[in-house]
């Protein structure tokens, strides 16, 4: 590892409880100057997907994923970290941000905080087929079904750890006449 | 390939490429231009010192000349300068009888005295030249030539000799 180059870290924020404290022991016995990601969990994270037709500019777009959260979950969406892309929408609880952030200070230098879709996504996305693909995260006691098309994102799902061919069944009957891709990818 | 998913609660959101690329096309268009009319200053000056060196030829001449009078001048001045009376004062008292001066010539520059001079004999003329140098105003007093005048029944001696002035920077 260079001296010169900050390392660059990648830790994860797991589910469950004393997983802030996990992290925070992490952050802590960095000793060298580093660049940290932090990937979020599916459980902290909500997606949703946003028709972005509509949408003229960035910013529009964002307050059409924040429209679209408020409606799905009521007023506490308010209080939520949003952002979008490609019409992908996630969100998380702006308190999670603000307790991850005093975690890194010194030679450690929190440079990204990302959920584990687009982690997962971005690691995997030169073997996605241009047709698409269903996108599988599996976690303990998560699961996180994305149905991608060769237009862009069209469904994702993520709840409580169950079975992905049942959520798949389940994905096909409800979108009859949409092409559906046929891989399913483990990410 | 599809493009990455930019989900990111802290960076920033990366901007498309678009305006990058665009930016980057105006400053390579003007960094193109800038050399363009670089190059071309760069010849506009050479053309400049070119004329420059033909104006300025011609006024070398009077410069030289403006030089040579000035060298004239000074000449002039150390010549001047040059102490006569102690000079002619030396000559007279080494004066002798015997010996008839034919031609003084002072030379300032290099502070020394050229005489050519005729005496009956050869020992008046080693006499003679004793007595320059006694009397102090020369710091060396030596024979040049010296050579016996055969178309004279007299048979005279005809010599030049040289002396340094004594004392003044030279």
Redesign the interface.
């Known amino acids: 590892m260079s001296l010169l180059w900050p390392e660059r870290l990648t830790l994860a924020l797991e589910a469950g409880e004393g997983a802030l404290q996990e992290l925070a022991r992490k952050a802590g016995a960095i000793r060298r100057r580093a660049h940290v990601t932090v990937v979020l969990s599916n459980h902290y994270v909500r997606y949703a997907i946003v028709p972005g037709g509509g949408a003229a500019t960035p910013e529009e777009e964002l307050a059409l994923a924040r429209f679209h959260f408020t409606k799905i979950h009521g007023e506490r969406a308010r209080e939520w970290e949003v952002r979008v892309c490609d019409g992908l929408a996630c969100a998380i609880d702006a308190a999670l941000l603000r307790e991850i952030r005093p975690l890194f200070k010194g030679k450690a230098r929190l440079v990204s905080v990302q959920p584990y879709l687009m982690h997962a996504y971005n690691g995997a996305r030169r073997r996605i087929p241009r047709e698409g693909a269903w996108l599988v995260l599996a976690e303990k006691g998560r699961t996180c079904l994305a149905r991608l098309a060769a237009k862009g994102w069209a469904w994702v799902h993520n709840g409580p750890e169950g079975d992905v061919e049942a959520l798949i069944e389940r994905e096909r009957n409800r979108s009859s006449g949409e092409p559906l891709p046929a891989a399913v990818l483990k990410l | 390939?599809?493009?990455?998913?930019?989900?990111?609660?802290?960076?920033p959101?990366r901007r498309g490429r678009a305006p990058g690329i665009a930016v980057l096309a105006v400053s390579l268009g003007l960094a193109g231009a800038i050399l363009f009319k670089y190059d071309e200053t760069q010849k506009r000056l050479r053309e400049l010192d070119a004329v420059q060196a033909l104006l300025a030829a011609p006024r070398a001449a009077p410069r030289a000349h403006a030089e040579a009078e000035m060298k004239s001048a000074q000449a002039a001045v150390r010549q001047l300068a040059l102490p006569w009376a102690q000079l002619i004062d030396s000559l007279e008292r080494a004066a002798m009888k015997e010996v008839a001066l034919l031609n003084i010539q002072p030379d300032a520059q290099n502070r020394v005295l050229r005489v050519t001079a005729e005496a009956r004999r050869q020992e008046q003329m080693l006499d003679y030249l004793r007595r320059l140098s006694a009397t102090g105003a020369f710091a060396e007093v030596h024979l040049v030539n010296h050579q016996v005048r055969e178309d004279d029944p007299a048979r005279p001696v005809q010599f030049a000799l040289q002396a340094s002035f004594r004392g003044g920077a030279k």
């Open positions: 390939m599809r493009s990455a998913l930019q989900l990111d609660f802290v960076a959101r």
